[in-house]
Every structure is written in structure tokens, then in C-alpha cells.
């Protein structure tokens, strides 16, 4: 199994940026991929990034691909998310992914961290 723990939410103003980061631990080869949802209140969970675990490909939701940025540590089995420009309702509980090769979706799954952004 792999384990994913989420870091770094908090209350940040509209037009400003928070550093989301994932640890992963556990049986970190069966990862082929990471990446970031997120569901606001009364939404559905949206794919915000994801990124090869060792290839090296990235790929954004339309809304956030101009403004956020996911990066991977490697040595350290974490991924980031660097969010800037953040609007109001990007308030969400964001939530670290994994999945395995082979795989159709993500199934692994943090227990989710809370941005807030006030207007």
C-alpha cells in the first residue's frame, strides 16, 4: 500500500499563492503518477495537476494551467503544488493522488488539506 499525507494549506488573500506538498510513503514503486484534486463545498472533486513519477510529462486542469505549477522531489517521494494568483472560489479541500501503472484513475489518496482564500 502507499500512504500520502498532504502539507501546507491555509488562509491566503485573493491574488496571492500557497505551496501545497505530498509525501508519500509505503510501496512507492507501484506509483506511476501524482497529482492534485481539489472539491469545494457543495462542488465535485476537480483535477487540478498531475505529473509522471519518473516520466517527465505534467499536466494542468484549464483553469489553473497558467497560474499553478507541480513539481516533483524525487529523492524525497514528495510532490508540490505551487499556486499563484488564487481567486475566492478556489477554496477547497485539496487532495494528493496516486496511481499505479496500469491504472485508470488515482488510487491512492490523501486525506486532504484545506486552502481558503478570502476575497
Known amino acids: 500500500q502507499v500512504q500520502l499525507v498532504e502539507s501546507g494549506g491555509g488562509l491566503v488573500q485573493a491574488g496571492g499563492s500557497l505551496r501545497l506538498s505530498c509525501a508519500a510513503s509505503g510501496r512507492t514503486e507501484y506509483i506511476n503518477a501524482m497529482g492534485w484534486y481539489r472539491q469545494a463545498p457543495g462542488k465535485e472533486r476537480e483535477f487540478v495537476a498531475a505529473?509522471?513519477?519518473?516520466?517527465?510529462?505534467?499536466k494542468y486542469g484549464d483553469s489553473v494551467k497558467d497560474r499553478f505549477t507541480i513539481s516533483r522531489d524525487s529523492a524525497r517521494k514528495m510532490v508540490h503544488l505551487q499556486m499563484r494568483s488564487l481567486e475566492a472560489d478556489e477554496t477547497a479541500v485539496y487532495y494528493c493522488g496516486g496511481k499505479r501503472l496500469g491504472a485508470d484513475s488515482f488510487d491512492y489518496w490523501g486525506p486532504g488539506t484545506q486552502g481558503t482564500v478570502s476575497p
Open positions: 505529473i509522471g513519477w519518473s516520466a517527465n510529462w505534467r
